[in-house]
């Protein structure tokens, strides 16, 4: 069964930095385009940042200029550095990764909780 795992997850100051990280096994991680979403308390889950296998990179307009998604393919792994952290960002993250061809290959992380405190 293939499996997606975030980490990094945890309790920052406002303006402070964290950085997650999406992994995998049996998936050949190259093959998806990934994405890192986020689901606050009371709000729909919303995309905050994907990058596809090709490399295309898009952010949500909320986290332009202070997030940065990287993957690193020779460790199948996907990074969401964030950094000048508002209260705002506080939320559950979570990591899809779908198939770049079989869109129904979609695959869910059990997320990671982030919480920016002042």
């Known amino acids: 069964q293939a499996q997606v795992v975030e980490s990094g997850g945890g309790s920052v100051q406002i303006g402070g930095s964290l950085t997650l990280s999406c992994s995998t096994s049996?998936?050949?991680?190259?093959?998806?385009?990934v994405g890192w979403y986020r689901r606050a308390p009371g709000k729909q889950r919303e995309l905050v940042a994907d990058v596809s296998r090709r490399g295309t990179i898009t952010y949500a307009d909320t986290v332009k200029g202070r997030f940065t998604i990287h993957r690193d393919s020779g460790k199948d792994t996907v990074f969401l550095q964030m950094e000048s952290l508002k209260a705002e960002d506080t939320a559950v993250y979570y990591c899809n990764a779908v198939h770049h061809a079989i869109r129904t290959n979609s695959y869910w992380g059990q997320g990671t909780q982030v919480t920016v405190v002042s």
């Open positions: 049996e998936i050949i991680f190259s093959n998806y385009d």
